[in-house]
């Protein structure tokens, strides 16, 4: 079974980036996973700010993608993956988002965005698909401590 989403509304909005639940990173709140993943790729703290201070997570990714190489850390595509799994294991903490993570089962996650070959599927469908990847490998994690909890009453 898959289990396709991209927009953060309808049944399996919870698994968007841009779906609203606070999260703590280092000391800061952050009104999603999209908010909380852009901030840490430019250099200048002021350009961090700035990309979080749009009206909506989406105008914030869609800022943070037009950033220009100068603005943005020199190694960011390096630990973009590690910043992602970091977001998104903060953002499951949340016991009912967790929940609904845990919800979907064996089922393939796929972030079916068109416009993005890494994080979603992209155009052709054939994107890597890094999203969905991530979300069900911190889905195992939860299902693994899970069984050690359960193990351990």
């Not at 968007?16 to 999260?23: P, W």
């Not at 700010?49 to 390096?78: R, V």
Request: glycine share 6%; net charge positive.
């Amino acid at each position: 079974m898959e289990i396709r989403f991209y927009r953060a509304t309808g049944e399996f909005g919870f698994l968007s980036n841009l779906y609203k639940s606070e999260i703590e990173i280092d000391n800061k709140m952050f009104r999603s996973a999209e908010d909380a993943y852009q901030y840490f790729k430019p250099i200048k703290l002021e350009v961090a700010e700035w990309l979080i201070s749009a009206p909506k997570p989406h105008l914030c990714a869609m800022a943070a993608h037009s950033l220009l190489l100068f603005d943005i850390k020199p190694n960011w595509n390096e630990i973009k993956v590690s910043r992602m799994k970091e977001v998104l294991n903060k953002k499951f903490q949340n016991p009912e988002l967790k929940e609904k993570l845990l919800s979907t089962g064996t089922a393939i996650l796929i972030e079916d965005s068109k416009t993005d070959n890494f994080w979603g599927i992209g155009k052709k469908g054939e994107g890597k698909n890094m999203l969905g990847k991530l979300l069900m490998e911190i889905r195992e994690q939860y299902k693994k401590e899970n069984n050690v909890r359960t193990k351990q009453v």
